[in-house]
């Protein structure tokens, strides 16, 4: 299992999370990057990250999209179900000439994404601070056998109650233990990508998630 952070594919932010000593990244893309291709594919090379890519959700490029996925290497790409059928099979059609695991996010529903897995052999992206405001918290005994079929999660600081949406993990230490116990005893071993929004992507919160990560890592160690 491995931390990941998320932020656009902008130098500025990836600098930030390889000296904060983050090891993966999940890109955030829209149209505009995926129509300025090159100069994308030219930033995130400088950097050795594992790279996973969100699916732009203002249009669909999957042509475009899957270009910077097999330049990257991605391990994941990760969707929301916003698209027509057409566009669904047109987007299948193109990854299923790229090595790499194509993820529905749960946005609503844990059961969103299984239309899609079911059709199409697509996996799903577990989004756990969507997961509690769904289900007012979590149910342990339900929740578990949903972590067994994720391929990629998505965690944040958020509880259900707080008003911690898109926070890094650390912004909540107990819960997120708690969250990150779970996920380790279910048997996952991808990455978990600490969700934050844009005022939170800066060196000092990329080192305090790092940080915050490794400790809990080497509790475990000693247990």
Same mark, same amino acid.
């Given at each position: %299992? *491995? =931390?990941?952070?998320k932020?656009?594919?902008?130098?500025? #932010?990836?600098?930030?999370?390889e000296?904060? &000593?983050?090891?993966?990244?999940?890109?955030?893309?829209n149209?505009?990057? +995926?129509?300025?291709?090159?100069?994308? $594919?030219?930033?995130?090379?400088k950097?050795? #990250?594992?790279?996973?890519?969100?699916?732009?959700?203002?249009?669909?490029?999957p042509?475009?999209?899957?270009?910077?996925?097999?330049?990257l290497?991605a391990?994941?790409?990760?969707?929301?179900?916003i698209?027509?059928d057409?566009?669904? @099979?047109?987007?299948?059609?193109? #990854? &299923?000439?790229?090595? *790499?695991? =194509?993820?529905?996010?749960?946005?609503?529903?844990v059961? @969103?994404?299984l239309?899609? %897995?079911?059709?199409? &052999?697509?996996?799903?992206?577990?989004? /756990?601070?969507?997961?509690? %405001?769904?289900?007012?918290?979590?149910?342990?005994?339900?929740?578990?056998?949903?972590?067994?079929?994720?391929a990629?999660?998505? +965690?944040?600081g958020?509880?259900?109650?707080?008003? /911690?949406w !898109?926070? !890094?993990? !650390?912004h909540?230490? @107990?819960?997120?233990?708690? #969250?990150?116990?779970?996920? $380790?005893?279910? &048997?996952?071993?991808?990455? =978990?990508?600490?969700?934050?929004? *844009?005022?939170l992507? *800066?060196?000092?919160?990329? $080192?305090?998630l790092?940080?915050f990560?490794? /400790?809990?890592?080497?509790?475990?160690?000693?247990?």
């Open positions: %299992m *491995t =931390v990941a952070a932020c656009t594919p902008d130098e500025e #932010f990836l600098s930030a999370i000296r904060a &000593g983050i090891s993966a990244v999940e890109l955030y893309t149209l505009d990057y +995926l129509h300025n291709l090159s100069k994308v $594919k030219k930033t995130c090379k950097f050795s #990250f594992r790279y996973a890519v969100h699916a732009p959700n203002d249009g669909c490029e042509e475009l999209l899957a270009e910077l996925v097999g330049e290497k391990e994941i790409v990760v969707f929301h179900d698209f027509w057409r566009e669904w @099979e047109r987007i299948a059609s193109v #990854f &299923g000439k790229i090595k *790499t695991n =194509v993820c529905i996010e749960n946005t609503h529903s059961h @969103e994404p239309k899609l %897995m079911r059709r199409f &052999g697509m996996k799903r992206c577990l989004d /756990l601070e969507h997961l509690q %405001m769904q289900c007012a918290g979590v149910f342990e005994e339900a929740f578990v056998p949903v972590i067994s079929q994720a990629h999660i998505h +965690l944040t958020y509880f259900y109650g707080s008003d /911690l !898109h926070t !890094h993990i !650390h909540s230490p @107990e819960h997120s233990v708690y #969250f990150l116990n779970l996920i $380790k005893e279910a &048997g996952y071993a991808g990455l =978990v990508v600490s969700e934050a929004k *844009t005022s992507q *800066t060196y000092d919160e990329f $080192k305090k790092n940080d990560y490794k /400790l809990w890592e080497s509790k475990l160690d000693k247990n």
